[in-house]
């Protein structure tokens, strides 16, 4: 599988930038996550060759091989763990990972705070209480938030997965996690996708994370047994 050519990767970039601004925000302020997952490191190759400096993964196999690949290429990227995540694999992430966004349990806090003290994280949030949706239930996000700080984690902000389906129906659930996050006074709001951005970006997204609007369609549809990972 190869990359994006450099001319149209940058193309593809300024056309989510337009498609931020159309939706009325600030290309500047929403942070553009690029989603890797199911390509090979040529494309988080050309993605940092891009300037995109946030890459997210959503396999731990697939960030644990590519990671050291970008390093040895002199790549100065940030990767985003956005997958489920298992305990078990905290330990091979901690040393890669520089913001873990689908925190949703306490367990899972803690085993983080073990192997990275004091790393970045967002609790992830189930708006859509869709059950294959990972995220806590938006009721028990200001005690999980308070648990991890407890453990000496740093909590930025929120992260949703929006609801399958138009993306008009995916609103009611930005607007949910919108005002969480106020009412916990967290600045950091990862929402929206290659599908559904524009009505994230509408409820106040302050990050986006985008895979096949940038890199087109993904190769390698990981199996149940990868998607754990
Ligand atoms: C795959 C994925 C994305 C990117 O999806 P696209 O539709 O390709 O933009 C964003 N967030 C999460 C959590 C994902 O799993």
């Given at each position: 599988m190869s990359a994006p050519e450099p001319d149209v990767l940058l193309a593809r970039v300024a056309k989510v930038h337009d498609r931020i601004a159309a939706a009325g925000g600030d290309p500047e302020q929403v942070a553009l996550l690029a989603v890797t997952k199911g390509f090979g490191p040529e494309v988080a190759l050309a993605a940092a060759a891009a300037g995109l400096v946030d890459l997210g993964e959503n396999y731990a196999q697939e960030l644990v091989a590519k990671a050291p690949v970008l390093a040895d290429a002199g790549a100065d990227v940030r990767w985003h763990a956005i997958g489920r995540l298992q305990r078990n694999k905290v330990k091979a992430l901690a040393p890669i990972?520089?913001?873990?966004?689908?925190?949703?349990r306490a367990d899972l806090g803690r085993e983080i705070a073990k192997r990275a003290p004091g790393a970045a994280v967002l609790v992830q949030v189930n708006?859509?209480?869709?059950?294959q949706k990972g995220g806590c239930a938006p009721g028990d996000a200001p005690d999980l938030v308070a648990a991890l700080r407890d453990d000496g984690?740093?909590?930025r902000g929120l992260m949703t997965v929006g609801r399958t389906g138009p993306a008009d129906e995916a609103r009611a659930g930005f607007r949910m996690l919108r005002s969480l996050a106020d009412d916990l006074d967290l600045p950091v709001r990862s929402m929206g996708m290659s599908g559904d951005l524009e009505a994230a970006v509408a409820e106040g997204s302050t990050m986006v994370r985008v895979g096949s609007a940038l890199?087109?369609?993904?190769?390698s549809v990981p199996g149940p047994a990868a998607r754990q990972g």
């Open positions: 990972v520089a913001l873990w966004q689908t925190v949703d708006v859509s209480d869709e059950p984690l740093e909590v890199f087109g369609p993904r190769p």
